[in-house]
C-alpha cells in the first residue's frame, strides 16, 4: 500500500514502466507458454509427456491436444497480463508519484492469477490446472508421488521451482512492500523487506523441497525389496548434495549484502567474496554435471564418452546411442547453453559488468535467462526418461535408475 511513501532517487524507468508485479507475473505467464512448447515438440518427438508424469490420456479424438489446451490457458493469462499492464499505464502516465499510487493495480493482476488456476472453467485446462494445484501442495512441503503415482511429474515441477526462486522472493517482496505501511509495491524493490533473512530464505525453499524428495527416495530404496538391484540409494544422496550446494552461495551472498548495507559499515572482504566465488563455482560445476550425466543421460563425462566398438555401443562423442533429437550438434549446443547460463553469476567479478547487478533491468533478465534453461532442460530430461522407460520395458523405472539406462535396444529408432 502506498502510504506515505517518497519516490526516491533510485526509481528507475524500467520499475516505472514495468514493476515487480507485472514481472513476477510476466515470467509465470511465459512458463505456461515454455510448457505448451514442451508438450508439443516432444509429442513430434514421439515422446509422451503426458503418459511419463502419470497424467490421463485424452479419451476422445474430439479433446483438444495437451499442449493446445495449455495454450488456451496461456492465451487467457495473456490476455489478462496485457490489460492490467495497459491500463495501469494510462492511469499513472510514468509519472512516479501515481506508480506508487497505483500500486493495487498489479497486486489485483496477480491475485487475478492466481485465482484463475482455482476457477472452475471446464475449456480452460480445468484437469490440468487441478493436476498442478495437487501437485504443487504434495512439493511445497518437499513431498514426492510414488513411481506408479506420477512421481516424475512431481520431480519435474520441483526442479522448475529451483529455477523460480528468485521469481518466488520477488513475489515476496512485492507482497511485503504492498502491506508495508510506508512502502509501494510499485516503489523501486527493497530486498530487505520482512528483514535481511527473509527474501533468501524464500528463495532457499525450492531446493530445500527438492533436497527433502531426495532423501525421501533414498529412504525408500533403502526399504525397497528390490534393494539389491537398485543399489543402496546413495545416488539420491548425492543428487541430494547438489541441492545443499545451494544454501552456502545464499548464506555468503546474504554476508555481503549485509556488509554492503551496513552504513560506516566494515570494509568489502575480499576473504568474504572468494568463498562466496567459490562456493557459487562449485554449486555451478557439479549441477552442470549433474545434468550431462545423471538428467540427461550423457556419456561427456563418463569413460564412455567415445562409444565403444560394437554397433550397441556406437554414439557420437559425449552422447548416447539413442537420441529423440537427430541432431548431435543440438546435444552439444546444449550443453554449452546450460554451462553459460548456469555461470551468469560470474558478472560479479567482473568490474565493468559488476554495476549491473544492482539495476533491475539486468536482474530480470538473469531471471528469464534462468527460466529459458530449465525450459530448455525439460526437453532432454523427459527424453532421457522416456529412453530409460522404453529401454527396460516392464521393470517400472524410475529415478532408482538415474543416470543408467540399458543398452538393449539402443540401435532401434524412436
Known amino acids: 500500500m502506498a502510504g506515505d ?79 492490467s499492464l495497459t491500463t495501469f499505464w494510462l492511469f499513472t502516465r510514468g509519472v512516479p508519484d501515481l506508480v506508487v499510487r497505483y500500486d493495487w493495480m498489479p497486486m489485483t493482476f496477480l491475485a487475478a492469477l492466481a485465482a484463475l488456476f482455482f476457477a472452475p472453467l471446464r475449456d480452460l485446462a480445468r484437469n490440468g490446472r487441478r493436476r498442478l494445484l495437487t501437485s504443487l501442495r504434495r512439493v511445497s512441503i518437499g513431498g514426492i508421488a510414488e513411481a506408479n503415482d506420477g512421481k516424475f511429474g512431481d520431480i519435474l515441477l520441483a526442479d522448475a521451482l529451483t529455477s523460480y526462486g528468485k521469481v518466488l522472493g520477488d513475489l515476496f517482496v512485492a507482497v511485503c512492500m504492498f502491506f508495508s505501511p510506508s512502502a509501494s509495491a510499485t516503489a523501486a524493490p527493497n530486498r530487505s ?40 540409494g546413495g545416488q539420491h544422496l548425492a543428487n541430494a548434495a547438489k541441492y545443499a550446494t545451494t544454501f552456502p552461495v ?28 567459490a562456493a557459487a563455482l ?23 564418452r567415445r562409444g565403444g566398438t560394437s554397433l550397441r555401443e556406437q554414439h557420437p562423442y559425449g552422447l548416447r546411442g539413442r537420441l529423440a533429437f537427430r541432431q548431435p550438434v543440438v546435444y552439444y549446443a546444449v550443453i554449452a547453453l546450460d554451462l553459460v547460463l548456469r555461470c551468469t553469476w560470474a558478472t560479479r567479478l567482473s568490474g565493468r559488468l559488476a554495476p549491473l547487478n544492482d539495476r533491475e533491468g539486468f ?21 532421457a526418461e522416456f529412453i530409460r522407460n522404453s529401454s527396460s520395458a516392464g521393470l517400472g523405472v524410475d529415478d ?8 538393449d535396444s539402443e540401435d532401434d529408432d524412436l
Open 363 to 383: 536482474l530480470f533478465l538473469l531471471q528469464l535467462l534462468e527460466v529459458f534453461r530449465r525450459w530448455v532442460w525439460i526437453f532432454f530430461r523427459v527424453e
Open 282 to 304: 562449485l554449486n555451478s560445476l557439479y549441477s552442470l554435471w549433474w545434468d550431462v550425466t545423471k538428467d540427461w543421460d550423457l556419456t561427456l563425462f563418463s569413460p564412455a
Open 5 to 83: 511513501h517518497k519516490v526516491g532517487q533510485d526509481f528507475d524507468l524500467f520499475s516505472l514502466t514495468f514493476p515487480l508485479p507485472y514481472r513476477v507475473g510476466f515470467i509465470l505467464i511465459l512458463g505456461v507458454w515454455g510448457w505448451g512448447v514442451n508438450l508439443q515438440y516432444l509429442e513430434r518427438a514421439k515422446i509422451n509427456t503426458p503418459s511419463l508424469i502419470q497424467y490421463p490420456s485424452r479419451s476422445s479424438p474430439t479433446q483438444p491436444p495437451h499442449h493446445l489446451s495449455t495454450y488456451r490457458l496461456a492465451t487467457v493469462l495473456s490476455i489478462l497480463f496485457a490489460f
Open 193 to 232: 523487506c520482512g528483514g535481511l533473512l527473509a527474501v533468501p530464505l524464500v528463495v532457499a525453499i525450492p531446493s530445500a523441497i527438492r533436497l527433502r524428495q531426495c532423501l525421501i527416495e533414498y529412504l525408500r530404496v533403502k526399504r525397497a525389496p528390490y534393494r539389491e538391484s537398485s543399489g543402496w
Open 400 to 407: 532408482i535408475l538415474l543416470g543408467d539406462y540399458k543398452e
Open 250 to 277: 545464499l548464506v555468503l551472498a546474504t554476508l555481503q549484502r549485509h556488509r554492503s548495507l551496513a552504513a560506516g559499515g566494515p570494509p568489502p572482504s575480499p576473504a568474504l567474496d572468494a568463498a562466496w566465488a
